[in-house]
């Protein structure tokens, strides 16, 4: 798989100056990129970021998003709250891959404190190029919403 055309970011403060790379790394490989903020290092709350982006992917302006906080787990349970969201905590390359190729995940989530910056390029660009494998997995993908 290429990379998409356009992918949806967004962090808190603890996230800023890696999502500032990240867009930089996605523009360099002819990515557009949708940036939800926050845009410093002044204190934030995740939420008034996550939300706008579930939105923007919801609505189809975009099939991938990247959100950022300090642990990615405030970011990830936020996510996770948009019924058409499957966003996946990725600390590892090996992880971005299987929640791709089994969870067909469409947001991905770092945790800028515990990853160094070349890791979370390398967990970004296979999460956004690794196909999702169906068959088998489809049928569980199916049943994870709620409602």
Known sequence: MEMPEIV?????HAGFEYKS???????????????FGTDSLASTDY????????????????TYGILICGSANGVAITANKHQA???????????????RQHNNANVVCLPARFISLELAFQITETFLTT???GGRHQNRVNKIACC
């Open 47 to 62: 939420p008034d970021y996550v939300h706008p982006l579930c939105n923007y992917l919801e609505d189809g302006h975009a």
């Open 21 to 35: 790379a990240i867009i930089e790394f996605l523009k360099a490989k002819g990515v557009e990129v949708k940036d």
């Open 131 to 133: 196909d999702f494998e």
């Open 8 to 12: 949806a970011i967004a962090s808190d």
């Open 85 to 99: 969201i499957r966003a996946a905590l990725c600390w590892q390359n090996d992880i971005a891959e299987l929640a």
